[in-house]
């Protein structure tokens, strides 16, 4: 399967954010990667419900919604009255992980299950068979434009092992840190998205950007 793309908004230009989605829309990316911060699970700020909707009225591919917020649970119906179409909460703010996950699919989305860089991939042994995607981080969550850390690389391969033996539909999505230097050596490891904020908005043709990140992850099919 050709690796998806999901350009992060947290980088977006939100003066002119709808001209931002325009360009997602138009570009090669399947995603929107939409980064909710409370300021308390972690040392950031993002945006609420009414900057969401904004984004869903203007996009035409899915919002894939990475919460890092404390005590998710309480917002599972708000995001799916907003549209999120895939929400991940972060395993490190759930005391109940199983009944969240099954919370978010009977509200009609698709869960995922975020992990800190800290955090080991044996903690979800016992979930995987459950989720339709894991947001491994690959920095520290809470800003856009940090540096890739490279032991994500080995915990790619061991989640893609667990995935295998546990007959999971688990995608692997990498957030954090992604640019075109390390692009095609994680979808080697395994990675079936790719976020990517800074990489895509930083550059001086973003679509273009886009176009990159997939023909160099394609590569990859091409030698397999
Ligand atoms: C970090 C966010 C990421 C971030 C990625 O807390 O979860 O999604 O926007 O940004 P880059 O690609 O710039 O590292
Ligand atoms: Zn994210």
Redesign the pocket.
């Known amino acids: 399967m050709p690796v998806i793309i999901a350009p ?1 908004i ?2 977006a230009d939100f003066g002119n954010l709808n001209r931002d989605c325009q360009m997602i829309n138009e570009s090669e990316a399947e995603w929107f ?1 939409v ?1 909710i ?1 409370d300021g308390v699970f ?1 040392p950031n700020i993002s945006f609420g419900f009414p900057v969401i909707k904004a984004i869903k009225k203007a996009a035409q591919k899915p919002l894939d919604v ?1 919460l ?1 917020i404390v005590d998710p649970d309480r917002y599972i119906t708000h995001f799916a009255e907003a549209g999120a179409n895939i929400l991940s909460v972060h395993i490190e703010a759930c005391n109940h992980l199983h009944r969240t996950i099954h919370e978010i699919k009977r509200q009609g989305m698709k869960a995922g299950v975020a992990i800190n860089p800290h955090t080991g991939i044996s903690l979800l042994h016992d979930i995987i068979a459950d989720i339709d995607l894991v947001c491994m ?1 690959s ?1 520290n ?6 540096k890739f850390i490279e032991n994500t690389y080995h915990k790619i391969a061991d989640l893609k092992e667990l995935i295998i033996s546990k007959n999971s539909q688990a995608l692997i999505e990498i ?4 640019a075109t230097g390390n692009a095609l050596k994680l979808v080697q490891q395994g990675a079936d998205v790719l ?5 895509v908005f930083s550059a001086p043709d973003p679509k273009a950007m886009v176009s990159e990140l997939k023909k160099i992850t394609s590569s990859d099919i091409i030698s397999a």
């Open positions: 992060s947290l980088s990667h980064d911060m972690v990475h890092m981080m920095v969550p809470g800003f856009g434009g940090q957030d954090g840190g992604v976020v990517a904020g800074n990489t």
